[in-house]
Each structure stands twice: as C-alpha cells, then as structure tokens.
C-alpha cells in the first residue's frame, strides 16, 4: 500500500542547504512528494530557483520572517487534507538514501505515533541527540546551569537522553523539529506548531503536547539524516542565545500557570535573564579570539 505524503521546509536565504535538499530527496523515497517551500524572507533567489527547477516544489511566501513554527503551519495549509503523513525538515538536512521509505515503514509498526525522527548525525558522522527527554523544572534548571561546565551531570544526561541506546527505536520525550514525520491528523489536531515560538523549544512543545494529547514519539535510527547546520546561533550569539532563554521560559511558564505559581515564573525569568547574559557575553569573547587568531594566521 503506498501511503501519502508532502514534504515542508523553512527557508530563509539557505542557499546551497536547499540545493542540495532537494538533489537527496529524490533518493530518499521511492516516491515524488509534493514539496513546499515556506520563505520567511530568502534575498538570496533558491528558493525561486528551486520552485522553477522542480515540478513538485511549490514556493510559498509568509510575508516575513514568522518563525520556524509558523512558517512550517503556513506551508502545511497549503497541502491536500487527505495526504496522511507531513514530513517537516529544515533545509539544511541531506537525506540518506530510503530514509524517508524508513520513517513511513516505522508508522506503519507505530500506529499511535504522531511523530517519528531518524537518526541524525552531524557533518563530522558524530550522533546529534535528537531524541530527548521532556525537561521539567528540576532537569532542565539543572542542564542549563551545569550542562556547559559538567557535561556528564545527571540532568544533561537524562535531558539528551544519553544513558539511551542508539540503535533502538523506541517512543521518546520530544524529538528534534530539524526532521520529523507527523501523522497529519495529530498535527491538525493539536493546532500544529505554537507560533509565539520564534524558534527554539517548538518541537519540545510540539512533542510534550502531542504525547499529553495520547499519541507517541518515536525515535526511528534505521532511518538517518545528516544536519549540516549553518551555525547561525554561534554567528549571531547576541540575538540567537536570548531567543533561546525566551523560549525555554515560555515552555516553562506555560506548564506553570496561575497566581500560586507567580514566585516560580518571576525566579525562572530572572535566572534565565541572568543566564542569558552571561552566554552571550561569554559567546562574543570567544568569537572574538577566534577572530583575533584568525587575523594572526599567515
């Protein structure tokens, strides 16, 4: 039985990243999806040019940049109602030949699995934790203080799921948005992504609602996909490492509403505005003596 599905990504100027998205894509399933383009803003013209190159790309423009999340509800309006399955993967994915006949196989032995997620590893073959736990207080306060300075500490452990084998697969907390197949039913269902996350935690939230909904996440390492990554965040530390704290309070304060948890939501925001300085500060020194020593290099 040949099971339905479209294919979602984000861009915004991504280049050679969505060139070469799409000249993997063709092996990544025996099947030609529908592929929609989201641009929240591209100057660089790929997206246009990949919308003029492939007959089953359609480009479709947010009219600003909305966001990860939005941008990819944006896109999933534009696909049939009927297609079963949405598959969200930033551009700058390269896909593995049959991953994606892979994650479809894994849905099929997963009936109540809203999302799956393949195996992803970074450019250098190391294993990305994609497939994590869902953070509380205690875990994620813990991982965010300790996790740069003591990497083997109980809550970054628990939190990347690292005491995990990788070649299971197995129901998760949340997986990484960067390549995730939904059951379009589960998606609609839950109002898709939450767009007041400009980006960072929308796919922890998407994951902890989905589950809380009653569906599974399902981690899926037959499949496998590398994330290139354009390391915007180490680029631009100044606006990536705030909108990163804002979100995490987001994700926290939504899970701990009303006047009795007021102290709880005023101390998060104050340790996270704190903590938020203090990596961006520690993010510019370090990118400036990369900087410097490059300047020394003959």
């Known amino acids: 039985m040949t099971v339905s599905f479209a294919v979602v990504t984000v861009t915004y100027s991504s280049g050679d990243y969505l060139r070469n998205f799409l000249r993997t894509l063709t092996a990544a399933s025996t099947?030609?999806?529908?592929?929609?383009?989201?641009?929240?803003?591209?100057?660089?013209?790929?997206?246009?040019?990949?919308?003029?190159?492939?007959?089953?790309?359609?480009?479709?423009?947010?009219?600003?940049?909305?966001?990860?999340?939005?941008?990819v509800n944006r896109g999933v309006v534009e696909i049939d109602p009927d297609v079963e399955f949405v598959l969200v993967a930033n551009p700058d994915i390269e896909w593995s030949p049959g991953s994606i006949d892979e994650l479809l196989a894994a849905a099929e032995r997963w009936p109540r699995a809203a999302s799956l997620g393949?195996?992803?590893?970074?450019?250098?073959?190391?294993?990305?934790?994609?497939?994590?736990?869902?953070?509380?207080?205690v875990s994620g306060t813990g991982h965010a203080l300790l996790g740069a300075v003591w990497k083997s500490n109980p809550w970054t452990v628990a939190y990347l799921n690292e005491d995990q084998n990788e070649d299971v697969e197995r129901p998760v907390g949340w997986?990484?948005?960067?390549?995730?197949?939904?059951?379009?039913?589960?998606?609609?269902?839950?109002?898709?992504?939450?767009?007041?996350?400009?980006?960072?935690?929308?796919?922890?939230?998407?994951?902890d609602r989905l589950a809380k909904s009653g569906w599974l996440n399902v981690f899926v390492p037959s499949a496998r996909v590398m994330h290139a990554k354009s390391h915007s965040v180490s680029k631009h530390p100044e606006k990536m490492i705030?909108?990163?704290?804002?979100?995490?309070?987001?994700?926290n304060a939504d899970r701990n509403p009303g006047p009795l948890r007021a102290p709880i939501r005023l101390a998060l925001r104050a340790g996270l505005a704190v903590r938020s300085k203090i990596a961006v500060a520690a993010a510019l020194r370090e990118q400036k003596h990369a900087h410097h020593l490059g300047k020394e290099t003959p």
């Open 31 to 71: 099947s030609t999806p529908q592929v929609i383009i989201a641009d929240n803003g591209s100057t660089d013209g790929a997206p246009e040019q990949a919308a003029a190159d492939y007959d089953n790309v359609t480009l479709v423009h947010t009219g600003g940049n909305i966001g990860y999340g939005g941008a």
């Open 242 to 251: 705030p909108a990163h704290h804002a979100s995490a309070y987001r994700f």
């Open 118 to 137: 393949p195996l992803i590893t970074e450019p250098d073959g190391s294993i990305y934790p994609s497939a994590r736990r869902v953070p509380d207080l």
């Open 175 to 207: 997986l990484s948005g960067s390549c995730l197949l939904m059951r379009r039913n589960a998606f609609d269902n839950i109002g898709g992504f939450d767009s007041r996350y400009f980006m960072f935690m929308e796919d922890v939230d998407l994951g």
